[in-house]
C-alpha cells in the first residue's frame, strides 16, 4: 500500500459514509450511521524517519506526522505550519510536552502533557481543532459579509475537563461560538472558575440544574433537532473528533526521540507507553503511533475502577456493569463514594469515570480488518466486512448491554496493548510514594498520571528493566485535582501552596463570571432558546463591529 497518498480519504467505523475528506470529517465530527471517522490507511513512516526526525522541535514534528493524513490540496502546507505554530504558542514548556525521568533505576519515565492553558493534556488537542474550526470558516467566508459568513456553533457537555480545554481552545475564535454545559455546582471550583471566568464574546457557559447526564441529554437532542439544524451549523468537541486523536499522535514519537536521546537507553531496549484511560482517545493516538512503526513494544492501559476495558482485555467481554461493593483489589466502597445514578462510580480521577469508551470502536474496527479478512480479499470489501462487525458489537452493546469477540480479536488486542486497572487506594498510596522516593522526591503526581504511574510500576515487574523503558502519560497538572493531592499529602498543603500551585490558579475564584442558568424543567427546548438568542446577540454585534 502507498503511504504518502495524495489525497488521504476517511471512511465510518460502521461501514457507511465512505469518501470524505479531513474538512468534512474534523466539521462533522459523527458519522452520519453513527460510527466513527477513521483513515482509509494508516501512513506508513518515511525512509529513515528515525534519524531525520529526531532532533525535530514538537512543531516541526506535528507537520511531519499531520502531513501523512492531511493532503496539502486541502491545506497548503504554510498554513499548516501556521495553525501548529500558533496552536503551540500557548504552552508554557519550550519543548511543548517535556519527557522526566521519574525513575532512573527502573527506568519509568513521565510525558508531562499538562503544560497548556488549562493544566490538562486535552489543551494539546483542543488548541490544534480550535485553530482549524476557525481555518475553515474563515476560508469558506472568504469574500464574504454580515449575513452571508457561514458561522459554526459548537456544542458541548462536561464533568470538568474537556469543557474547560474546549473552551480555551475556541475563545476569541472568528465565525465560532462555543456553548459548554456543565452541572451546576456539581464541576469541582477550580474547573469552574477556568471556564466561566473565559470573557470572551463567542465563549458561552450553560450551568444546567442537573446532572452531567442530563446535559449530555440536551447536547443529543440538539444534535438531533432539524429546527437547528437548519438555522445553525453545529459542531462537536468531544473525544470522537478525528482532529483529536491525530494531534494526540504527535507526543508519541516526541517522547520516544527525547527517551533514545538519553544517555540511559540503549538500542536493544524496548518502550512501553503507559496511558491513564477513560475514553480511549489518548491511547488510540498511541495505536495509530505503533501502527505507522514507532517501535512500541506494547500500550499499557491503565483504568480506575471505572474498569470496562481492563475486563475486556482479561475476558473478551465488553460489557456495562455498574459495579458494586468492593473491588479485588480491596479498599474503597465506605462514605463518600457514591454510585452514580447510570453505574458510572465516582472516583479520585474523575477524568476517567466512564461507563463505556468511544473511541474503543476504532480499534474494533482495525482488529477485524486484521482478523477477519486477508490480503486477497479486495480492500474495499474488507473494510464494508470490517464495518458490518463493528455496527453487530454495538448494535449488541446497545440492546444487551454488552458483547463477546472472537479468541482471534482478543488475542490481536492483547498483541498490542496490555491492560491495569488501579483502585483509588493504590492512586493515593502512588502520589505519597513517589512524593517520598529519593529518586523523584517532591514530584507531586496528579491522580490521572498516579493512575498511570501505578500500572507502569506494575508492568516493570513483568517487564523488567533495564532492557525495558515505561513512558507514563502525566494527563493533568496536580493543582486540578488538589482534593486527593490533599487526602495523599495532607502534611504538605504549604510545600503545595508554595511549589506547586500555578500563579494561573492564585486568585481565579474571586475573578469575574459570565455564566447562564439553565432550569431541568425547561428541557432541552430551553437550551436551544438560549443558543440561538445568544448565537445572534453576538452576530449582531460582529456586524456592528464591522461597520
Ligand atoms: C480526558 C482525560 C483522561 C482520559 O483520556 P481519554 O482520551 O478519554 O482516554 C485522563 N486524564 C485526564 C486528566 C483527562 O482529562
Same mark, same amino acid.
Given at each position: 500500500?502507498s503511504?504518502?497518498?495524495?489525497?488521504?480519504?476517511y471512511?465510518?467505523?460502521?461501514?457507511g459514509?465512505?469518501?470524505?475528506?479531513?474538512?468534512?470529517?474534523?466539521?462533522?465530527?459523527?458519522?452520519?450511521?453513527?460510527?466513527?471517522?477513521?483513515?482509509?490507511?494508516?501512513?506508513?513512516?518515511?525512509?529513515?524517519?528515525?534519524?531525520?526526525?529526531k532532533?525535530l522541535?514538537?512543531?516541526?514534528?506535528a507537520?511531519?506526522?499531520?502531513?501523512?493524513?492531511?493532503?496539502?490540496?486541502?491545506?497548503?502546507?504554510?498554513?499548516?505550519r501556521?495553525?501548529?505554530?500558533?496552536?503551540?504558542?500557548t504552552?508554557r514548556?519550550?519543548?511543548?510536552?517535556?519527557?522526566?525521568?521519574?525513575?532512573?533505576?527502573?527506568?519509568?519515565?513521565?510525558?508531562?502533557l499538562?503544560?497548556?492553558?488549562?493544566?490538562?493534556?486535552?489543551?494539546?488537542?483542543?488548541?490544534?481543532l480550535?485553530?482549524?474550526?476557525?481555518?475553515?470558516?474563515?476560508?469558506?467566508?472568504?469574500?464574504?459579509?454580515?449575513?452571508e459568513?457561514?458561522?459554526?456553533?459548537?456544542?458541548?457537555?462536561?464533568?470538568?475537563?474537556?469543557?474547560?480545554?474546549?473552551?480555551y481552545?475556541?475563545?476569541?475564535?472568528?465565525?465560532?461560538?462555543?456553548?459548554?454545559?456543565?452541572?451546576?455546582?456539581?464541576?469541582?471550583?477550580?474547573q469552574?472558575?477556568?471556564?466561566?471566568?473565559?470573557?470572551d464574546?463567542?465563549?458561552?457557559?450553560?450551568?444546567?440544574?442537573?446532572?452531567?447526564?442530563?446535559? @449530555?441529554?440536551?447536547?443529543?437532542?440538539?444534535?438531533?433537532?432539524?429546527?437547528?439544524?437548519?438555522?445553525?451549523?453545529?459542531?462537536?468537541?468531544?473525544?470522537?473528533?478525528?482532529a483529536r486523536?491525530l494531534?494526540?499522535?504527535?507526543?508519541?514519537?516526541?517522547?520516544?526521540?527525547?527517551?533514545?536521546?538519553?544517555?540511559?537507553?540503549?538500542?536493544?531496549?524496548?518502550?512501553?507507553?503507559?496511558v491513564?484511560?477513560?475514553?480511549?482517545?489518548d491511547?488510540?493516538?498511541?495505536?495509530?503511533?505503533?501502527?505507522?512503526?514507532?517501535p512500541?513494544?506494547?500500550?499499557?492501559?491503565?483504568t480506575?475502577?471505572n474498569?470496562?476495558?481492563?475486563?475486556?482485555?482479561?475476558?473478551?467481554?465488553?460489557?456495562?456493569?455498574?459495579?458494586?461493593?468492593? @473491588?479485588?483489589?480491596g479498599?474503597i466502597?465506605?462514605?463518600?463514594?457514591?454510585?452514580?445514578?447510570?453505574?458510572v462510580?465516582?472516583?479520585?480521577?474523575?477524568?476517567?469515570?466512564?461507563?463505556?469508551?468511544?473511541n474503543?470502536?476504532?480499534?474494533?474496527?482495525?482488529?477485524?480488518?486484521d482478523?477477519?479478512s486477508?490480503?486477497s480479499?479486495?480492500?474495499?470489501?474488507?473494510?464494508?466486512?470490517?464495518?458490518d462487525?463493528?455496527?453487530?458489537?454495538?448494535?449488541?452493546?446497545?440492546?444487551?448491554?454488552?458483547?463477546?469477540?472472537?479468541?482471534?480479536i482478543?488475542?490481536?488486542?492483547?498483541a498490542?496493548?496490555?491492560?491495569?486497572?488501579?483502585?483509588?487506594d493504590?492512586?493515593?498510596?502512588?502520589?505519597?510514594?513517589?512524593?517520598?522516593a529519593?529518586?523523584?522526591?517532591?514530584?507531586?503526581?496528579?491522580p490521572?498520571?498516579?493512575?498511570?504511574?501505578?500500572a507502569?510500576?506494575r508492568?516493570?515487574?513483568?517487564?523488567?528493566?533495564?532492557?525495558?523503558?515505561?513512558?507514563?502519560?502525566?494527563?493533568?497538572?496536580?493543582?486540578?485535582?488538589?482534593?486527593?493531592?490533599?487526602?495523599?499529602?495532607?502534611?504538605?498543603?504549604?510545600y503545595? @501552596?508554595?511549589?506547586?500551585?500555578?500563579?494561573?490558579?492564585?486568585?481565579?475564584?474571586?475573578?469575574?463570571?459570565?455564566?447562564?442558568?439553565?432550569?431541568?424543567?425547561?428541557?432541552?427546548?430551553?437550551?436551544?432558546?438560549?443558543?440561538?438568542?445568544?448565537?445572534?446577540?453576538?452576530?449582531r454585534?460582529?456586524?456592528?463591529?464591522?461597520?
Open positions: 500500500m503511504s504518502h497518498t495524495a489525497s488521504q480519504r471512511l465510518s467505523s460502521r461501514g459514509s465512505y469518501d470524505f475528506s479531513f474538512e468534512e470529517v474534523v466539521l462533522k465530527g459523527l458519522a452520519s450511521d453513527g460510527g466513527l471517522f477513521i483513515p482509509e490507511e494508516i501512513p506508513t513512516l518515511p525512509d529513515e524517519w528515525a534519524s531525520k526526525w532532533d522541535s514538537f512543531q516541526d514534528l507537520f511531519q506526522i499531520f502531513s501523512l493524513y492531511i493532503s496539502p490540496a486541502e491545506i497548503p502546507s504554510d498554513d499548516l501556521d495553525i501548529i505554530r500558533r496552536s503551540y504558542s504552552f514548556a519550550t519543548d511543548i510536552t517535556p519527557t522526566v525521568t521519574l525513575d532512573a533505576k527502573k527506568n519509568v519515565h513521565l510525558l508531562e499538562f503544560h497548556g492553558p488549562t493544566f490538562a493534556f486535552k489543551d494539546v488537542a483542543l488548541q490544534f480550535g485553530n482549524l474550526f476557525e481555518y475553515f470558516l474563515v476560508r469558506k467566508n472568504e469574500g464574504k459579509t454580515g449575513r459568513r457561514e458561522h459554526l456553533t459548537v456544542i458541548g457537555a462536561t464533568s470538568g475537563d474537556t469543557g474547560s480545554a474546549a473552551i481552545g475556541l475563545r476569541g475564535k472568528k465565525d465560532v461560538s462555543v456553548f459548554i454545559m456543565h452541572p451546576h455546582g456539581k464541576v469541582s471550583p477550580i469552574e472558575a477556568q471556564m466561566t471566568t473565559v470573557m464574546a463567542n465563549v458561552h457557559n450553560l450551568a444546567v440544574d442537573g446532572t452531567f447526564d442530563d446535559c @449530555q441529554d440536551f447536547v443529543k437532542a440538539l444534535f438531533a433537532d432539524p429546527e437547528i439544524n437548519k438555522t445553525h451549523r453545529l459542531a462537536a468537541v468531544n473525544s470522537i473528533n478525528w486523536i494531534a494526540q499522535i504527535t507526543y508519541f514519537f516526541h517522547a520516544y526521540f527525547a527517551l533514545i536521546k538519553n544517555d540511559a537507553f540503549f538500542p536493544a531496549s524496548a518502550v512501553r507507553f503507559v491513564p484511560t477513560g475514553n480511549f482517545g491511547i488510540l493516538a498511541g495505536f495509530f503511533a505503533k501502527r505507522m512503526g514507532l512500541a513494544e506494547k500500550l499499557v492501559i491503565a480506575n475502577e474498569d470496562i476495558l481492563h475486563r475486556f482485555w482479561e475476558s473478551g467481554k465488553y460489557e456495562k456493569k455498574p459495579v458494586h461493593g468492593k @473491588q479485588a483489589e479498599g466502597p465506605e462514605d463518600g463514594v457514591k454510585a452514580h445514578e447510570s453505574g462510580k465516582e472516583t479520585l480521577s474523575p477524568a476517567m469515570d466512564i461507563l463505556v469508551s468511544s474503543f470502536e476504532r480499534l474494533l474496527w482495525f482488529l477485524s480488518y482478523v477477519y486477508t490480503n480479499d479486495a480492500v474495499s470489501q474488507r473494510r464494508s466486512q470490517a464495518g462487525h463493528v455496527r453487530g458489537w454495538l448494535n449488541d452493546l446497545k440492546s444487551n448491554g454488552g458483547f463477546t469477540v472472537d479468541r482471534q482478543l488475542e490481536a488486542a492483547q498490542d496493548f496490555a491492560s491495569y486497572r488501579v483502585s483509588d493504590e492512586t493515593i498510596e502512588t502520589i505519597k510514594y513517589v512524593f517520598a529519593e529518586s523523584s522526591k517532591g514530584y507531586v503526581l496528579d490521572h498520571s498516579a493512575i498511570g504511574i501505578a507502569a510500576l508492568s516493570a515487574e513483568v517487564s523488567k528493566p533495564p532492557s525495558t523503558h515505561h513512558i507514563a502519560l502525566a494527563t493533568a497538572h496536580p493543582a486540578k485535582f488538589a482534593n486527593a493531592v490533599e487526602l495523599a499529602l495532607p502534611e504538605q498543603k504549604e503545595f @501552596q508554595e511549589k506547586i500551585l500555578p500563579a494561573e490558579f492564585k486568585g481565579l475564584e474571586d475573578k469575574p463570571r459570565r455564566v447562564s442558568l439553565v432550569q431541568r424543567s425547561e428541557g432541552w427546548q430551553g437550551v436551544r432558546k438560549v443558543v440561538i438568542e445568544e448565537v445572534e446577540a453576538e452576530r454585534a460582529a456586524e456592528r463591529g464591522a461597520h
